[in-house]
C-alpha cells in the first residue's frame, strides 16, 4: 500500500493589531494600552523553543493567552491559558502555571504541543502542517485578551527548511533507493549524515526532522523502503543491501562529511537500523533507535514471511548483536508504549558494547509512549489509525510525558549529531 501524499492549502487567517485605550470591567476601568506580547523569536526553526512573556498588567490582572495554527487540511488549532499576572504585571510562559487551559503546569512551549483541533478527539488527533517540501515553514498566531478584549497579537513564523537547503526526489530508476534527499545550504557547515528509516506506517521517512536536520547542517535521506512506488507493498522480504546502497548515496552526496552516516530508525525502522550498523560498520557510525526492539519482527502486515533478507536469504528471528558498531547506539523508549515492551528492549541493548568496547546507551522515559523520534512542540495524540491495516493503534503515554520525552531526547539526538 502506498501512504499517500499530504496535500493540501493551509489557510491562515489574517489577524489585525488591536490596542484599546482601556474597558470595562467588574473591577473598574483599566487602561489595557501597555499591554505588550513579547517573544524573543518570532521566526525560528520549528524544533526551537521560544520564550513568551506579556507585560505591562497590573499585578494580579488576569489575562488569556491563545495560539492557533492551521494544519494541511485546513483545519484551526488552537491552544489556550489563563493567568494572573506577578507583582511585577507580568506573565512569564515558562515559569507561570496556568490556572486553566489546554496545558496545566508551567511550560513556555506549552500553547504550541497543546493545541487542539476545531473537531475531533485530541487523542486520537495529529497536527500536520504541509510538508516541507511544499511549505518551508508554518504559522503559529498568538493573542492576547483581557477584561474581555483583545489587546495583543504576534505572528510566529516555525521554519522547517532554511533558505538555501535543497532537496530531491530519488527513484530507484535512477539513483538505486527511493526518498527525499535533503542537504544543507551551499556554504553551511555540514555536519553528520542522517539516514533516517521510518516505521511500520511506511512511505517516506518523516519528512519533517528531516528538513529541520538539513536546516542545521546535516545532510538527511529520508529513506521510503516500502509503501511506494518502486517498492514492495508492505513490510517482508526488505533486502539488507537496500540500506547498504541508501548509506553509500548519501556519504557520496554529503560531500566529504566529518564521518559516515549517523542511522536512525523508528518502531520497525529500528531493526534495520540495527542491522545495518552491525553487518555493514564501515558504512555507518552512530545509531538512534526510536521504540525499538531489540530482536527482529516477522514481516508486516503478513507475519508468515520475514521482514528482513540478507543475501536473499532470510533473517530469522534474532536478538540483534550490535558488537561491531563503530559508534554509538542511543535507544529511546517510553515505559508506557502501547505497542511493544521497548523499555526493556532499550536495557539490553544498552548492556552490549561496541567494536571499540565502548557500552551502548539507553534513555528511558517512564511515562511517556511508543511516539517518540519527531520534532517537539507540534500537536501529537495518543491513538492513531494505521495506514496499512487501519485498526486504531495505542500508542500509550499521555500527551504530556510524550512531549516531554520528545523534547529531551530530540536534544540528545542532536548533541550526538554534533559531537
Known amino acids: 500500500m502506498t501512504t499517500p501524499r499530504l496535500r493540501a492549502v493551509a489557510a491562515t487567517a489574517g489577524l489585525a493589531l488591536l490596542f484599546a485605550a482601556g474597558c470595562s470591567s467588574g473591577d473598574g476601568d483599566r487602561d489595557n494600552s501597555d499591554v505588550q506580547l513579547r517573544v524573543d523569536k518570532k521566526a525560528a526553526l520549528a524544533d ?35 493567568f494572573a499576572a506577578d507583582k511585577k504585571g507580568t506573565v512569564d510562559l515558562n515559569r507561570a502555571r ?37 511549505q518551508s515553514s508554518y504559522e503559529v498566531d498568538l493573542a492576547v485578551e483581557t477584561d474581555g478584549e483583545q489587546v495583543a497579537v504576534e505572528r510566529l513564523t516555525r521554519t522547517w527548511l532554511r533558505e538555501g537547503v535543497t532537496h530531491r526526489s530519488l527513484t530507484a530508476a535512477k539513483d538505486g533507493v527511493v526518498g527525499t534527499l535533503y542537504l544543507p545550504a551551499p556554504g553551511q557547515e555540514r555536519r553528520t549524515p542522517v539516514l533516517n528509516l521510518g516505521g511500520s506506517e511506511g512511505g517516506p521517512s518523516d519528512p519533517y526532522s528531516a528538513a529541520v536536520w538539513a536546516s542545521r547542517g546535516h545532510p538527511v535521506l529520508a529513506l521510503c523502503y516500502f509503501g511506494c512506488p518502486e517498492r514492495p507493498e508492505n513490510l517482508g522480504r526488505i533486502e539488507l543491501g537496500y540500506f547498504a546502497s541508501a548509506a553509500r548515496l548519501l556519504h557520496k552526496e554529503a560531500g566529504a562529511p566529518v564521518r559516515r552516516p549517523t542511522v536512525i530508525g523508528s518502531s520497525r525502522g529500528s531493526e534495520a537500523a540495527q542491522l545495518l550498523a552491525q553487518y555493514h560498520p564501515e558504512l555507518v557510525h552512530d545509531v538512534v533507535l526510536f521504540s525499538p526492539s531489540e530482536n527482529t519482527n516477522p514481516g508486516f502486515p503478513i507475519g508468515r514471511e520475514p521482514a528482513w533478507t540478507k543475501d536473499g536469504k532470510a533473517i530469522e528471528h534474532i536478538t540483534i548483536p550490535l558488537d561491531r558498531v563503530r559508534g554509538t547506539v542511543l535507544a529511546v523508549a517510553g515505559g508506557e508504549d502501547g505497542l511493544w515492551p521497548t523499555a526493556d528492549s532499550v536495557k539490553r541493548i544498552a548492556e552490549q558494547r561496541g567494536a571499540s568496547g565502548q557500552q551502548h546507551r539507553s534513555l528511558t522515559y517512564d511515562d511517556a509512549g511508543h511516539s517518540l523520534g519527531m520534532p517537539p512542540n507540534l500537536p501529537k495524540g495518543l491513538r492513531f489509525k494505521h495506514p496499512v491495516h487501519g485498526a486504531l493503534m495505542n500508542m500509550g503515554g499521555t500527551r504530556v510525558a510524550n512531549e516531554q520525552a520528545r523534547s529531551d531526547s530530540w536534544a540528545q539526538t542532536l548533541k550526538l549529531l554534533q559531537s
Not at 50 to 74: F, H, M, N, P, W
Request: no cysteine; charged share 30%.
Open 48 to 82: 526551537e523553543s521560544v520564550r513568551i512573556q506579556v507585560t505591562g498588567l497590573e499585578a494580579g490582572q488576569k489575562v488569556r493567552v491563545t495560539s492557533q495554527a492551521t494544519d494541511y487540511k485546513g483545519m484551526k488549532w488552537t491552544g489556550r491559558a489563563e
Open 98 to 134: 496556568p490556572r486553566s487551559g489546554t496545558y496545566e503546569k508551567a511550560d513556555g512551549m506549552g500553547l504550541f504541543w497543546s493545541m487542539e483541533p476545531a473537531k475531533g478527539d485530541p487523542d486520537e488527533s495529529f497536527f500536520a502542517p504541509k510538508w516541507p517540501q511544499d
